[in-house]
């Protein structure tokens, strides 16, 4: 299960208090402080200094992952430098910044079928990295895992998916996902939440990613559905879909896997 970031970065100058931030960073706040933030998961800053940063809080654990993956793809050259990751009474994770803007950027959204080709070729890439050596080997387990906890805990909200996109009821969902959960492969570096905003274009060529929290090993059909459902919400129009898909590379892509997906997020 994802966390939807459907929006671009947006930023608000603030006057940050030094004593909320650990002495570690005290150095970084001499220059212009942004409140960047998109989700209520996290606060995100960009310090306009130097070359920028951009420094994460959140809840004592969360960041763990993130760090974590942020390091490995870099390491691709996928992402960011990670310049430090403090776990204290909560975490923080400060990154360099990604030359450019992030995909749900207006000047790129003005270019629907050049940015829908280019997402699409950035996902095939990335998925077509070797895994091997990658940290978190275990998503389908992690994401099958949530479903059923959700799913018990009375979890299900439709309401993300365009009314022509299917939504059976909880427990049809939980049966598919039964039946079909062994068409899940584990076998493609994801993203995992592969979304326009978390994605860096430096005047359209691709710059890393961000966000890399959900990342790891699982079902390549992840990400797929996460670009088809950003493109549409950030694109406002669903006929981008299909064009997506054949940009991809549509041998690779399998109808039944991608319905399983769908299923799946219903539990988000």
């Known amino acids: 299960m994802y966390h939807i970031n459907g929006d671009n970065m947006k930023r608000t100058l603030i006057r ?9 960073f005290h150095p970084l706040l001499k ?16 310090i306009d200094q130097d070359s920028g940063y951009y420094l994460k809080r959140s809840a004592k654990g ?20 990670v310049l430090a990751y403090e776990s204290l009474k909560e975490d ?42 990658c940290p978190v080997q275990n998503k389908n387990e992690l994401y099958l895992q949530t479903a059923e906890k959700n799913y018990k805990a009375g979890m299900y909200d439709p309401s993300i998916f365009p009314a022509h996109w299917e939504t059976p009821t909880a427990e049809q969902a939980m049966q598919y ?8 492969k ?11 905003p978390n994605m860096m274009l430096d005047h359209w060529r691709f710059s890393g990613f961000i966000d890399l929290g959900n990342g790891g090993v699982g079902d390549r059909h992840i990400d ?15 006929r981008y879909r299909e064009r997506f898909f054949s940009a991809y590379g549509k041998e690779k892509i399998e109808p039944e896997a991608l319905k399983l997906i769908n299923f799946i997020e219903l539990f988000g």
């Open 16 to 24: 940050p208090d030094n004593q909320e931030f650990p002495a570690i």
């Open 31 to 46: 220059g212009e402080i942004y409140d960047s933030s998109c989700s209520p998961q996290a606060k995100v800053y960009f």
């Open 62 to 81: 969360i960041l763990a992952a993130e760090a974590e993956m942020t390091r490995y793809f870099h390491a691709k050259g996928l992402a960011a430098a």
């Open 92 to 133: 923080w994770l400060l990154t360099a910044r990604v030359p450019g803007e992030d995909a749900a950027f207006h000047a790129y959204l003005a270019e629907p079928e050049r940015l829908c080709d280019t997402v699409a070729e950035i996902l095939r890439t990335l998925h077509d990295t070797d895994p091997a050596d």
């Open 177 to 184: 996902i039964e039946k079909n959960k062994h068409l899940l």
């Open 186 to 196: 584990g076998d493609t570096l994801l993203h995992g939440d592969y979304c326009l």
């Open 224 to 238: 797929l559905f996460w670009g088809a459902w950003s493109l549409m919400y950030n694109l406002k129009t669903d």
